[in-house]
């Protein structure tokens, strides 16, 4: 059964790299010319193979533990890991899948309110409340961190949810919607990036504060990013036309 480990780590691995690569074109380039579409269809499909292949990863390996007689309580650690990286997965597919979306329903966003769609946000919010319960009753030596980034599913539900439940008020608000999800998808790379792959690929154990700062630097970046751009676009859009972008 080792093989099936080997066979998700290296997929995982090989399509997050290409991922990290892809992400930073379409940030770079004009917002809606062909580069920026093509490179970011080429993130979107990279992180649909990384998230699909954490999710299997989680399953794969708490079943092992599972048959193995080990419960949380006897590994907390490794199961705290496996929940976090669990929800990281499940939360930034959502995010993406939304933000994808709105590319391809911009001119309709009402159609974007359909059952699924409240019913993947609901189901956001509810994973940050399972890792806060989760992190409390275990009280893994991560708990503080679980407890940190608990709210990112919350936030990405609620944004979801206040989109596709009242009609936008400006022709903007497609394109600084779908700007946030995909940057926070991003953010989410990064901080998998530099938590997990830096440290096995450059052989990096910080320790002290800045053992820290793997975990909150990509968002330190990523959040200002996402609130100077949707300014930005807001104020460039006004009532005139947005950047054109096809799917």
Not at 21 to 49: D, E, M, N
Not at 116 to 121: I, M, R, Y
Not at 132 to 149: E, K, Q, S, T
């Amino acid at each position: 059964m080792d093989w099936i480990g080997t066979l998700l780590r290296y997929t995982h691995v090989t399509f997050g790299f290409a991922g990290l690569a892809a992400f930073w074109i379409p940030v770079l380039s004009r917002k809606g010319g062909p580069t920026h579409v093509r490179f970011g269809r080429l993130f979107v499909r990279c992180a649909q193979v990384v998230l699909a292949s954490a999710g299997l990863a989680v399953i794969f390996h708490v079943v092992r533990l599972a048959v193995a007689g080990y419960t949380p309580l006897d590994q907390p650690s490794v199961y705290a890991f496996l929940v976090f990286l669990g929800y990281l997965a499940l939360v930034t597919w959502i995010s993406i899948r939304h933000a994808y979306g709105l590319m391809q329903f911009k001119g309709n966003p009402l159609a974007m309110n359909t059952g699924p769609n409240h019913l993947l946000a609901r189901l956001a919010m509810l994973s940050s409340a399972f890792l806060v319960g989760f992190a409390i009753w275990l009280r893994p030596p991560n708990i503080v961190i679980l407890l940190a980034l608990a709210p990112v599913g919350f936030a990405t539900g609620r944004s979801i949810l206040r989109y596709i439940s009242h009609p936008p008020v400006s022709r903007s608000d497609w394109l600084c919607e779908h700007l946030s999800g995909m940057i926070g998808a991003g953010i989410a790379f990064h901080t998998a990036f530099a938590v997990f792959g830096a440290r096995q690929l450059f052989q990096l154990s910080p320790q002290g504060w800045a053992a820290v700062l793997p975990w909150v630097l990509p968002a330190a970046v990523g959040i200002p990013a996402i609130v100077v751009w949707t300014r930005y676009y807001r104020r460039r859009s006004g009532n005139g036309q947005l950047p054109d972008a096809r799917v």
